[in-house]
């Protein structure tokens, strides 16, 4: 129940700051995936908001499988930017679980303006695997 609650505050957040879009071609900071199977779903949030800054961004991810959180995950974010040969950062994303299926990426930092994608990969304690990309304009 409180991932619940903790999950649906990020959405309800991400929400309102963003009109509610959750179009992973967009350039809002909420998106939300769900993998092939519909088994696991991943919210992520951007912080600073839209639009995503040049320097460190904070990225909150919250992961459920169903009503159940995702906890004790392990989950790497891969930064790169397609349109210029899928280069990616000198710095490598911190991952941290803060609780209830949400974990706090830092250390995202974006090195020059453009459309940058971010690979999240989850593996979760029951060994299901999942890689998901969140796209994101960076100016």
């Known amino acids: 129940m409180r991932f619940r609650a903790t999950r649906f505050a990020l959405v309800t957040i991400a929400a309102i700051v963003t009109g509610a879009c959750g179009d992973i071609e967009s350039n809002h900071a909420s998106h939300e995936m769900v993998t092939e199977h519909g088994e696991m779903?991943?919210?992520?949030?951007?912080?600073p908001e839209e639009p995503t800054q040049l320097g460190p961004n904070v990225m909150t991810l919250a992961l459920s499988m169903g009503e159940m959180s995702v906890t004790n995950a392990t989950i790497t974010v891969v930064p790169t930017m397609p349109g210029h040969g899928a280069h990616g950062t000198n710095e490598v994303p911190v991952v941290t679980e803060t609780g209830d299926g949400v974990y706090e990426v830092t250390n995202l930092v974006f090195t020059m303006p453009g459309t940058w994608q971010l690979e999240v990969r989850v593996v979760a304690t029951d060994g299901m695997e999942t890689n998901k990309h969140f796209a994101y304009t960076v100016r």
């Not at 779903?41 to 912080?47: E, G, N, W, Y």
Request: overall charge negative; glycine content about 0%.
């Open 41 to 47: 779903t991943i919210t992520a949030v951007m912080d």
